[in-house]
């Protein structure tokens, strides 16, 4: 297995995001823990693409052993809840790419990245249970800041790393 790579998505990658991402099991800690449409990839990688076009930052594709595998980056926190107006660095694959240090070398990526901009300051918002990624943020240097209550009434861990 080689170390994953990240690319802006391209148009074709909202089909694949669907397609790993239409599992209740990858999306149990992420809102309401419903999967989503294409619609929504189709819109979430147009609206990615517009981010990576005008910061260099954005959800970039994670490739696996040259396939998609899911994605990993830097975006905004968009939600009227908690750390609002934060840069949040996200990460989310396909289950089975789960398991292989694939999350912790993208969002490490990712984070670099953001670090080679001069973000000052990234946040991660992890849903109480999802001890994986909860592992992964602790891997990239984050820790607990505060907890917050989602409005679908979840418990979220809000992480937080200060860039050097």
């Known amino acids: 297995m080689s170390a994953p790579a990240l690319r ?3 148009a074709a990658d909202a089909d694949r995001w669907f397609e790993l991402f239409d599992d209740v099991e990858v999306m149990r800690f992420i809102g ?3 999967v989503r ?3 929504y990839y189709t819109g979430l990688v147009a609206r ?6 005008a910061t260099g930052l954005c959800l970039f594709s994670v490739l696996a052993d040259g396939e998609v595998a899911g994605f990993a980056g830097i975006h905004p926190w968009s939600h009227p809840w908690g ?3 934060s840069l949040e660095a996200g990460w989310r694959l396909g289950r089975r790419f789960w398991g292989r ?3 912790t070398a993208a969002a490490r990526a990712a984070v670099g990245l953001a670090r080679d901009r001069g973000v000052p300051r990234l946040v991660s918002m992890i849903a109480g249970g999802n001890d994986a990624s909860a592992a992964v943020a ?8 505060r907890s917050h209550r989602s409005p679908e009434g979840l418990d979220v ?3 937080g790393l200060t860039l050097d």
């Open 8 to 10: 802006v998505p391209t």
């Open 32 to 34: 309401s823990g419903e």
């Open 37 to 39: 449409d294409r619609e």
């Open 48 to 53: 990615q693409r517009e981010l990576a076009e």
């Open 83 to 85: 750390p609002t107006g």
């Open 101 to 103: 240090g694939s999350a």
């Open 138 to 145: 602790r891997k990239l240097g984050m820790a607990p800041v």
């Open 157 to 159: 861990e809000e992480f």
